[in-house]
């Protein structure tokens, strides 16, 4: 099964994606992790990409499809995978369609957690908190600011492209984390059984 994790910065999309690898085996492709671990790995391509991140700003379509296209070959990906933070722009999406439908697959599912801004943004201020402001260079108040006009502007519209698809589940992203886990689970299996 292929399935995306949707929703805006902050809504969990993570920490769901890594219960989802523990339970199903599926692995998690977060393309954010993955430019995290160029920045930290000092490639051409984390030092391209710091300073866009740094603003809130998208990556561009060309360097995060070809990144997914390269990990989505390995063989842990061969039941298919959750992809979390991808895509997140409509040519990332029609991209995404073609490279798997060249490998005879698609887009099974797609999970939209649904979170309020005021809520994303106390969750990111407690994750400073928490970190003593050490984790992620773009974790800030203001970048986040900008992190959530990008995704209402560039991201958001792909949920209709899903929609019309007929491929997208809701999910309150607000309900504790083992209660969104169980809806997605649900989701999961009643696709499963199609
Ligand atoms: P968030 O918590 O905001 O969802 P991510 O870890 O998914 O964070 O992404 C962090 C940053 O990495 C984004 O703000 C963006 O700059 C870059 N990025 C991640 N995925 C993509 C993508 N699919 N397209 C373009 N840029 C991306």
New binding site residues.
Partial sequence: MNLVLFG????G??TQAKVITEQRGLPQL????M??AAIAAGTELGKA?KA??D???????D??VGIIGERYDQPDCAKGAVF??????IP?AEALDAMLAKRGRKIDLVIELKVDDKILIDRVEQRIKESGGTT?S?DTPET?KA?LA??YKNTAPLLEYYKHQGKVVTVDGMKPIVEVTRQIGAAIDAKARH
Avoid: C, N
Avoid at 8 to 11: C, D, F, N, T
Avoid at 55 to 61: K, Y
């Fill in positions: 805006p910065p902050g809504a999309k993570g977060s393309t954010g992790e430019l995290r990409s866009i991140m603003r809130g700003d998208l990556v561009s379509d360097i995060v979390d933070g991808f895509p997140r722009t990332q992620r773009d986040l992190r990008v995704y």
